[in-house]
């Protein structure tokens, strides 16, 4: 007869774990509790603060306008950004390493002198204003969204670039020999055999940069206006000025509610967005 069951001890390595989950707790989990609490329990249990949000006239406007301008942020991200990694890895160990301090260069510069330079730069009478002018165009940027979306792709192409050198770099380039040595035309042979194996991380740039930008605060409230506020800064008034917590709690979880499913939808494609984490290793040896 079999004896009797051996209770399974847990692992003493899993104890390892128990400063990140307490930490992610306290700062992460429990405020989100205490938000969705309050957008749904203020006074009593309900959900007008979500139907507000949709019939307010307002929050919409500035949903839309959010996406409008993450969806732009994304795409100049990405158009700067793929060519910019696939030069990366044909490039030698050390121009790649002078390519990589480039891109890390806005995670070293202060929030605000960036941005700050951002309104001399696009301000009236400024460089951006003035090379206008020589082609008859009174263009001001500042305090608009075009400026705002300027802004915002120049601090988040790095979140673009390091997932697409990731997945770049991993990727044989003798498959395109292969594929013209069979009689196919260089294009065909990136489209059909570089592009998907370079979908990950495409993927995962995507979906990292658009939901860093529906959350950004700073540079739209210091390059922007009121009457083109975007989602932080219309949280940021119902928090400071309006004093409508209620209200806050419930647009910030719709955000975040939007930001899961499309984390979740970049799963599902294949793109793994902690592809960022194995970007700073970056490879020293030369791609065939």
Known sequence: MPGPARRRTPSPQWLL????????????????????VRSA??????????????????????????????????????????????LMTR??????GVLLVIVLIPFWTSVMA???????????NGPVHSF???F?????????????????????????????????????????LAARGLGSHPLKAFWKVYWPLSRGGVVAGLILVFTLSLGFYVTPALLGSPQQSLVAQLLGQRTTQLL??????????????????????????GGTISAIGVVAATRTKDQP
């Open 91 to 96: 490039v030698g160990p050390r121009l790649r």
């Open 244 to 269: 409508d917590f209620a209200g806050a709690s419930a647009l910030g979880m719709l955000v975040l509610v939007v930001t899961l499913v499309l984390v979740a939808w970049a799963n599902r494609l």
């Open 132 to 134: 206008l002018e020589q």
């Open 114 to 124: 960036r941005n700050f330079a951002w309104i001399i730069i696009l301000q009236r």
């Open 136 to 176: 008859g165009l009174d263009i001001v940027l500042y305090g608009t969204v075009g400026g705002v979306t300027i802004a915002m792709s120049q601090v988040l192409l790095p979140f673009m670039v390091l997932p697409l050198f990731s997945a770049l770099s991993g990727i044989d380039r003798r498959l395109l």
């Open 17 to 36: 774990l128990v400063p990140a989950f307490a930490l992610i707790t306290v700062i992460l989990l429990v405020p989100l509790g205490q938000s969705l």
């Open 41 to 86: 329990g203020s006074p009593d249990w309900t959900i007008q603060h979500y139907q507000t949000l949709f019939t307010d006239g307002v929050t919409l406007r500035v949903l839309a306008r959010t996406a409008m301008t993450a969806a732009m942020v994304t795409l100049i991200a990405f158009l700067l950004g793929y060519p910019y990694a696939y």
